[in-house]
């Protein structure tokens, strides 16, 4: 499976909402993976300063990460492929 990034502008975001989003992301990618498309939510890292978030799915196709933003309801500005590079 691939790592893709989502980049999103989350400006003005209650924390509350924050960890909505987040257990949203969740929620759907398991409902996604028992339905038969393999995605999972690794982590996401935000800035509170400027909104920048930036999360991390493993998925096989772009589609299906975004699939699961959008049935989510999440905002993106685009999906990219990316390296997780942690230790």
Known sequence: MT????????AGISME???GAQ???ISTAEAMTQ???DVK???ST????DGRCMCLFEAK???AVKSLNDEAGLPYNRIVEALDLTP
Do not use: C, Q, W
């Not at 790592?3 to 989350?10: D, F, K, Q, S």
């Not at 935000?46 to 300063?49: E, G, K, L, Q, V």
């Open 23 to 25: 257990k949203a992301a």
């Open 17 to 19: 909402n924050l960890a």
């Open 46 to 49: 935000f800035a509170p300063d």
């Open 61 to 63: 196709s772009e589609e």
């Open 41 to 43: 939510y690794i982590r």
């Open 35 to 37: 339905s038969g498309t």
């Open 3 to 10: 790592v893709y990034m989502v980049e999103r502008n989350l």
